[in-house]
């Protein structure tokens, strides 16, 4: 077991919350896993299980890395696939390696594409909840509050922009 009870984590699709027990569920018929009860943020909660292989759930970032998500989200952004299925398995695949500086990376080259091309459906949808959850994190290693976080995220995102319009020009 990673994770205790009482301790704060991040899950991928769902944002910050804290483990709040650990207990044996059956979801699937005939299946009996163990599964950590998370408590979320918006008062939901989410049943992970104990073999995160498979989840992703991990412990919030440091505020060593918040610092370095700064400079990504100012820095120039990586070109993304044209072809949609490629471009969602891609961003996929990157944010599987579980860290915030990959949801920063993520969120810095959608928010890059969308200046280029409409942002609309899953694509919108996948940008929408990655910055969600890493305006969480960011609220909760900074001690912010989740407002704070997000705008601060958007004047990065938009200090980048401006950044690579002015190399352009």
Excluded at 26 to 54: C, H, N
Excluded at 63 to 79: E, G, M, N, Y
Aim: charged residues 25%.
């Amino acid at each position: 077991m990673i994770f205790t009870i009482g301790d704060k984590v991040v899950h991928p699709q769902h944002g910050v919350g804290q483990i709040v027990k650990l207990e044996d569920k059956e979801f699937e018929s005939g299946v009996i896993r163990q599964y950590y009860e998370i408590s979320m943020l918006g008062g939901s909660t989410v049943w992970a299980p104990v073999d995160l292989s498979t989840v992703g759930l991990r412990k919030p970032a440091k505020r060593s890395d918040i610092a370095q998500c700064r400079r990504i989200l100012t820095s120039a952004s990586a070109p993304l696939p044209e072809d949609l299925r490629t471009r969602q398995s891609s961003l996929l695949a990157r944010l599987k390696q579980g860290t915030i500086v990959t949801f920063c990376e993520v969120v810095r080259d959608l928010y890059a594409y969308g200046e280029h091309k409409s942002l609309y459906g899953t694509i919108a949808g996948f940008f929408r909840v990655t910055k969600d959850v890493l305006a969480q994190e960011w609220s909760l290693v900074e001690g912010v509050t989740l407002l704070d976080a997000m705008e601060e995220i958007n004047s990065l995102l938009a200090k980048g922009r401006e950044a690579m319009n002015a190399k352009k020009r």
